[in-house]
């Protein structure tokens, strides 16, 4: 059975375009947007008259963002769509422009993140129910008491955590987007101030303003254009999902890395050890950990071990988080996906310089939303 992102001759990134991440700031969100929206048509070889549509995921800026940001591009009269779905909102507004794409409706979409340091507002927090703790929605408490457990279960110490932010915080320091760029040793991780549990500052991910932007087009589309295949990046597959019931807690989160990504793998036709690349949702240094291992990158129990002798170092077995991931290259929330997107772009062209991982082929890209929403992508190379 044909896979439905195959669909129009299939779905291909042809451009790419960031704005780096940095810290609150006043610069307005339309320039953030735009730069990196004018990054990617370039990058493409395309103009903003050519696309069809645009999703854009954020979720701090308000009420029809996109199109009060890209008017400023003209006035063309395509679809513009809002997405918002927590850390995951940029992902899910890649699935969308996949989608249109594959279904024939369109031949070129734009999607970008784009965010503010907003007031960080929850649902969860508006719901009408009363908690037996004012923390119990707080994302760092959960993820502490998840972390006191990983630790205690694989008889693993508080430096294996710690090890996630040095190799991340590395990464950072080369990659010219990214909110953090120098690197951390294992003592100035650990010597950083404590936020909760074992949690240092230097393990947790920094939020603040960025975007993120690529363009889209359909395999069917890509002579007319005049793209040239060897730098257009394919998506075998997009699965998303939500959290079911969990047993014990914090196993529900964990199970829904698990179900999305073997999803995302089976409906590519690839396994988890094919991946050269993965990026994941590293807010907190456990969830690196955490989700190697419910991905398949590594043995169950081995995150720590796999880490440890450098298999999820650019130039080792499979990348993780070469971008820096949340850790280092931030997390502005609406851009963080599509960024990521953005990162295996580059590396599956081979473009990436000094942080170019050796053999990319395979990336996926993962993001979870609040613990509650999962979405995953597989993106391949170009044959060579």
């Not at 603040?208 to 007319?224: I, P, T, Y």
């Not at 079911?244 to 999803?263: H, K, M, Q």
């Not at 953005?342 to 993001?367: F, I, V, Y």
Request: charged residues 20%.
């Amino acid at each position: 059975m044909t896979a439905w992102i195959d669909g129009n001759g299939g779905v291909y990134v042809a451009g790419i375009g960031l704005h780096p991440y940095q810290f609150p700031s006043d610069t307005p969100y339309t320039h953030l947007g735009l730069t990196a929206v004018r990054a990617a048509l370039a990058d493409a070889g395309l103009r903003f008259a050519d696309l069809d549509s645009a999703y854009v995921g954020t979720t701090s800026i308000g009420m029809a963002a996109g199109r009060v940001m890209l008017r400023h591009l003209g006035s063309t009269g395509l679809a513009v769509t809002q997405v918002e779905n927590a850390s995951a909102s940029g992902s899910f507004a890649f699935r969308q422009a996949c989608q249109e794409i594959a279904v024939g409706q369109s031949d070129i979409v734009l999607a970008v993140g784009v965010d503010k340091h907003g007031d960080g507002r929850r649902a969860a927090n508006k719901d009408g129910l009363e908690r037996l703790s004012d923390t119990a929605t707080i994302p760092a408490v959960k993820f502490a008491m998840m972390a006191r457990r990983y630790l205690r279960e694989r008889g693993a110490g508080i430096d294996a955590m710690a090890g996630v932010a040095v190799k991340n915080h590395g990464n950072a320091a080369r990659n010219p987007f990214a909110q953090f760029r120098k690197p951390r040793t294992l003592q100035q991780v650990l010597a950083s101030p404590k936020v909760v549990g074992d949690l240092t500052v230097q393990q947790c991910c920094p939020r603040g303003d960025g975007a993120a932007a690529v363009v889209l087009v359909s395999g069917r589309a890509m002579a007319r254009l005049g793209l040239t295949a060897d730098r257009c990046i394919r998506v075998l597959s997009s699965v998303a999902g939500s959290e079911r019931e969990e047993t014990e807690y914090g196993s529900g989160a964990i199970e829904l890395v698990r179900r999305s990504a073997t999803a995302a793998c089976e409906a590519a036709g690839v396994g988890p050890r094919d991946l050269d690349l993965l990026e994941l949702h590293d807010a907190f240094s456990v969830e690196e950990l955490l989700y190697s291992e419910a991905i398949g990158v590594c043995e169950p129990g081995d995150g720590a071990g796999y880490l440890l002798r450098g298999e999820s170092a650019i130039g080792g077995r499979c990348a993780i988080n070469a971008s820096g991931g949340l850790i280092g290259m931030g997390h502005p929330l609406g851009p963080t996906g599509i960024g990521q997107i953005a990162e295996l772009t580059r590396q599956l062209r081979g473009e990436a310089g000094d942080r170019q991982h050796s053999r990319a082929r395979l990336g996926m890209a993962h993001m979870i939303g609040l613990g509650s929403v999962a979405i995953a992508h597989v993106l391949a190379a170009p044959p060579r």
